[in-house]
């Protein structure tokens, strides 16, 4: 399993930098940092991905792994979250800034699909124009 922390991953958008965390068939966790030194943590400082056409994408063709994402805020992203055929993927106490009205293939902070027994809690979702799409869930 891959766990990453994250404190503050900032890309300026380049026609080659599509996806900054791609994973297939993989166990990944994504978090902001614990900054109490508590258990449990009562303060964090925030990941951030900020103006990508993907922020996080996975995918996975069998129930055996599954994502978390926690305590991170997605910000200027064509395409936030794409989670694809997982089970049990967990989505917690984030922030999605959403700033391209959606359209088929992007504008939007979470995408779930084919995926099942998901946990998706604590978000806010946030668009300042037209009509966003914070989460998407497809079977």
Known sequence: MLVFQIAVLLMKHRASITKRIYCLNSQIDVHGVCTSGTSPCTSWDYGLFKNLRYAVYATESSPSKHIEIDHIKFKNNFRGVYIGGMTNAVVTNNNFEINTPYVEDGGYGLYLDRSTAYKVEENNFY????????????S
């Open 127 to 138: 668009h300042e124009d037209g009509v966003p799409t914070g989460c998407r869930f497809d």
